[in-house]
């Protein structure tokens, strides 16, 4: 039974990974529609410079999708060493946040560039996902901080993935 339900969670995370794979390329597309569009058909620099930003920020999220679908293949699909709940929890989140991190960043920086061009009444808006942003990166250090003994709880499975991460 444990054997069939391991394979069924193979199978689902796959989907996921797939699709994460798929709504990359497609938001890829649309970044590329975007930034084509900005450049033939908008009127001035300051239009065309918005379409780019806005491409920017479309491929930033496709790049979050893009390696949210990688996580999920090789955490959950092809990693075959067997770690413990806190340490897998701890790896998968890591990778995770530093996706979201770097893509509220980029998102924080368009934003700014639109307010600045726009409305500069938006770059409260700006600066909010900027401290979000680094509270969650504060957040997570102390995660990690926190949980660095779980790395002493099981030393053999952190060293088989840790040998395993050359090859996936």
């Known amino acids: 039974m444990y054997d069939l339900a391991k394979k069924l969670y193979v199978v689902l995370y796959g989907i996921v990974a797939v699709l994460f794979a798929l709504l990359g390329l ?47 293949l090789e955490e959950e699909i092809l990693r075959e060493s067997k770690l413990a709940a806190p340490t897998r929890v701890r790896r998968f ?36 996902t900027g401290l979000g942003t680094a509270a969650l990166l504060a957040a997570w250090g102390y995660f990690v901080a926190r949980n660095r003994l779980a790395e002493k709880l099981e030393p053999e499975g952190l060293e088989d993935a840790k040998g395993e991460d050359n090859k996936v």
């Open 93 to 128: 989140l890591s990778r995770f946040l530093v996706v979201v991190i770097v893509a509220s960043s980029i998102e924080m920086l368009i934003a700014i560039f639109n307010a600045l061009h726009d409305d500069t009444v938006k770059l409260v808006h700006a600066a909010a």
């Open 26 to 72: 497609a938001i890829t597309v649309l970044a590329i529609v975007e930034a084509a569009d900005g450049l033939i058909h908008q009127g001035g620099v300051a239009a065309r410079f918005k379409a780019m930003l806005e491409a920017v920020g479309m491929l930033t999220i496709a790049i979050a999708a893009f390696e949210l679908s990688q996580t999920v």
